[in-house]
């Protein structure tokens, strides 16, 4: 179920003062960090769209990133089937971890997450030196010739099938996809709107 603010009562608060929320990064699924919220939090949470627990080492409600600006911006919120747990969906600014990594549970990650790392890469080097970014450089150009990588690389892919060469399809397809992620960020679109488009035609 997802949480708003008038089905919050239903979360089931008489088991525990405290519920446990599990934070997921609303993009690449990965699980980001874990803290409690109490039916405060989750108002807040939903009001305000950041992220808020209620620490109980403060003793009192707690936004993530309140001191560090690294806050955790609400996508939604949901309960389980037994409405005694929390699951947030929400993209991160900065860092999650006080130690400075994205995820509080290290390198723990869905290896398909890692598409949605690189679109962030790719939006990041956008801007960067052209003589020393191939990304970049792609950018630099005109979106004819991330047309024609994209192209290019379809065949390869094609050729590679067809040759059996699972090592030569593996590598084709990581250049298929990465020029892909390209075309979409020149063409003002990104892979969720991919994602989304395919989710439609499956239902």
Same mark, same amino acid.
């Not at 989750?42 to 950041?50: A, C, P, Q």
């Not at 991330?146 to 099938?161: I, R």
């Given at each position: 179920?997802?949480?708003?603010?008038?089905?919050?009562?239903?979360?089931?608060?008489?088991?525990?003062?405290?519920?446990?929320?599990?934070? #997921? *990064?609303?993009?690449?699924?990965?699980?980001?960090?874990?803290?409690?919220? !109490?039916?405060?939090?989750? !108002?807040?949470?939903?009001? =305000? =769209?950041?992220?808020?627990?209620?620490?109980?080492?403060? #003793?009192?409600?707690?936004?993530?990133?309140?001191?560090?600006?690294?806050?955790?911006?609400?996508?939604?919120? *949901?309960?389980?089937?037994?409405?005694?747990?929390?699951?947030?969906?929400?993209?991160?600014?900065?860092?999650?971890? *006080?130690?400075?990594? #994205?995820?509080?549970?290290?390198?723990?990650?869905?290896?398909?997450?890692?598409?949605?790392?690189?679109?962030?890469?790719?939006?990041?080097?956008?801007?960067?030196?052209?003589?020393?970014?191939?990304?970049?450089?792609?950018?630099?150009?005109?979106?004819?010739?991330?047309?024609? =990588?994209?192209?290019?690389?379809?065949?390869?892919?094609?050729?590679?099938?067809?040759?059996?060469?699972?090592?030569?399809?593996?590598?084709?397809?990581?250049?298929?996809?990465?020029?892909?992620?390209?075309?979409?960020?020149?063409?003002?679109?990104?892979?969720?709107?991919?994602?989304?488009?395919? #989710?439609?035609? *499956?239902?």
């Amino acid at each position: 179920m997802q949480l708003t603010p008038t089905n919050i009562s239903k979360l089931d608060f008489e088991k525990a003062e405290l519920l446990p929320a599990i934070v #997921q *990064h609303a993009t690449s699924g990965v699980i980001l960090m874990q803290g409690f919220m !109490n039916s405060e939090a989750i !108002n807040v949470t939903l009001e =305000k =769209k950041l992220v808020t627990f209620y620490s109980r080492s403060k #003793q009192r409600l707690w936004t993530k990133g309140e001191e560090s600006n690294n806050v955790l911006n609400l996508v939604s919120a *949901h309960t389980d089937c037994d409405q005694d747990s929390i699951l947030v969906l929400a993209i991160p600014e900065g860092p999650t971890c *006080h130690l400075g990594t #994205q995820s509080c549970f290290g390198e723990a990650k869905p290896s398909l997450g890692f598409l949605a790392e690189l679109e962030q890469v790719i939006v990041s080097r956008k801007q960067d030196d052209p003589k020393t970014s191939y990304t970049a450089s792609l950018f630099a150009k005109d979106i004819s010739r991330s047309c024609q =990588k994209v192209g290019e690389e379809g065949v390869e892919v094609a050729l590679a099938a067809m040759k059996a060469d699972k090592d030569e399809l593996e590598n084709e397809s990581a250049d298929l996809l990465y020029h892909l992620l390209v075309l979409l960020q020149r063409s003002e679109t990104d892979l969720s709107s991919v994602i989304s488009c395919l #989710q439609s035609r *499956h239902k």
